[in-house]
């Protein structure tokens, strides 16, 4: 029996074409953790039965899928995140200068992903990011997302056998769901009685896949899974994730200000602690016709800023006590793009309108006193927005969906 | 069995090392990347005009 290590899997991604229609993921990024599970919502028949035992079987639920993936924010990885938490707008700028990608809080791109699982690659399709959390972990900016997705496939059951010499279809069996093939594409490997097969059709009655003449031999029962992928990055290797100490975040008066003081250390405020929270607060539309969800849909949309800085003043003591609007700007700064060392790899989040909610200025023994605060990230009416936020990357708009 | 890399990318592959975008190479049984398509093993038959 084979044993698996967590650091020899992957998560791959690509953004997909259509809503909620799968693709074979083929970017593959740096993973931290994942943690999704898919809630298949099942629970114990406990209908009166003249039995001495709770339960002698468990009923479909309706379905769920989404959980938690941390990964370091490079550049290139930060765009795919926000490319499912928000909106991207027109991309920018060219190879040489680096591709500028502005975002805007709206609903955001769907993605197929695929998470490897020792044999078998874990598919989650119509993928977007519920929440997002940025904060930096130990200097390096790590970002935090929890997606939802609707619909899976990993594994399937063949209701007909494979009987040797020139198959070409096989035919899953319906104790999954109605439509067990949904979440393959054409091209997609899986594996049934130990062969690959390259699938060419997925058939539209949603129980039966095509392939070219294959010896494959498996009785009614076998498993299939879909096979994992070999895992390639770009060269050159991974990027370096974005750093704390290659960041300045300006607090002021309003948007312009607080830019305008992230713009040099000197007028930069120095947090001790930064964490960005923001929520999509997806919602899962449930249809008639199917157990999974048909549509992810983006509620209202709403966020918080935690900060801690060593207490000076009582400045913003006054503006919690008088609710007073701030502004808050981050601007972090990869690697040089250009050869003239004029552009770089750069993060630009703007913050229009903050209020305190609160701050306080506990006090322990030997510890200097802070400002622990916790902003609540609101829309300005002067500005017509909430945030402002940018990327510029080595990526192309193209893998974005472009 | 030769694959090639059909990404517009360079890519590194585990314990094979760099592929260019566009170059074919040997990978080892069981490989399975989106990035690359199977090439023919058949040999390349040329054939000479009969005069």
């Not at chain 1, 598919?123 to 935090?144: M, T």
């Not at chain 1, 939802?148 to 319906?174: C, H, R, Y």
């Not at chain 1, 770009?234 to 607080?258: H, K, M, R, S």
């Not at chain 1, 003043?313 to 601007?331: E, F, G, N, P, S």
Request: aromatic share 8%; glycine share 8%.
């Amino acid at each position: 029996m084979s044993n698996y290590l967590s650091d020899q899997q992957y998560i791959a991604l690509k953004v997909e074409a259509a809503e909620n229609t799968p693709i074979t993921p083929d970017v593959f990024l740096p993973l931290i953790s994942e943690g999704i599970v898919s809630d298949l919502g099942r629970s114990p028949d406990e209908r009166i039965a003249g039995l001495d035992w709770k339960s002698d079987d468990l009923l479909k639920g309706r379905h769920l899928h989404g959980g938690p993936v941390e990964l370091y924010a490079d550049p290139d990885t930060l765009g795919h995140i926000f490319n499912m938490f928000y909106k991207k707008g027109a991309t920018g700028g060219d190879a040489a200068v680096g591709y500028t990608h502005p975002f805007t809080a709206a609903n955001p791109k769907s993605y197929t992903i695929e998470i490897a699982k020792g044999l078998y690659a874990q598919r989650y399709w119509g993928v977007k990011a519920n929440n997002l959390k940025l904060e930096f972990d130990n200097n390096k900016l790590k970002a935090s997302i929890d997606i939802k997705a609707v619909g899976q496939f990993s594994t399937a059951t063949l209701a007909v056998a494979l009987t040797g010499a020139d198959m070409t279809e096989a035919v899953f069996n319906q104790d999954y769901i109605l439509k067990p093939t949904e979440g393959l594409v054409a091209g997609d490997v899986v594996v049934i009685g130990g062969v690959d097969v390259t699938i060419t059709v997925v058939e539209a009655d949603g129980v039966t896949i095509t392939f070219a003449a294959t010896t494959v031999t498996s009785d009614i029962g076998g498993s299939v899974y879909l096979k994992k992928q070999t895992y390639t990055t770009p060269d050159p290797v991974l990027q370096d994730p974005l750093f704390e100490g290659n960041t300045l975040i300006g607090v002021g008066v309003d948007e312009t200000t607080a830019t305008t003081a992230s713009g040099a250390k000197a007028t930069a405020t120095p947090f001790q602690e930064f964490v960005i929270e923001l929520k999509n607060n997806l919602f899962e539309q449930a249809a008639s016709g199917q157990h999974d969800p048909i549509k992810i849909l983006p509620k209202m949309k709403e966020g918080r800023i935690l900060t801690k800085k060593l207490f000076a003043d009582v400045d913003q003591h006054r503006k919690w006590i008088d609710k007073t609007k701030q502004a808050i700007t981050l601007i972090s700064k990869g690697r040089f793009i250009k050869t003239d060392r004029t552009t770089w790899d750069e993060l630009s989040f703007k913050f229009h309108k903050v209020k305190l909610n609160p701050n306080s200025n506990p006090l322990e023994v030997g510890e200097y006193i802070y400002d622990n605060q916790e902003f609540d990230i609101l829309y300005d009416r002067t500005d017509v927005k909430a945030i402002t936020l940018s990327l510029v990357n080595r990526t192309s708009g193209v893998a974005y969906g472009d | 069995m030769k694959y090639k890399n059909v990404s517009k990318k360079d890519l590194l592959v585990v314990g094979i090392g760099l592929v260019k975008s566009g170059a074919i190479r040997n990978m080892p049984v069981g490989f399975h990347n989106i990035n690359f398509e199977k090439v023919s093993d058949k040999p390349i038959i040329i054939k000479k005009d009969n005069k």
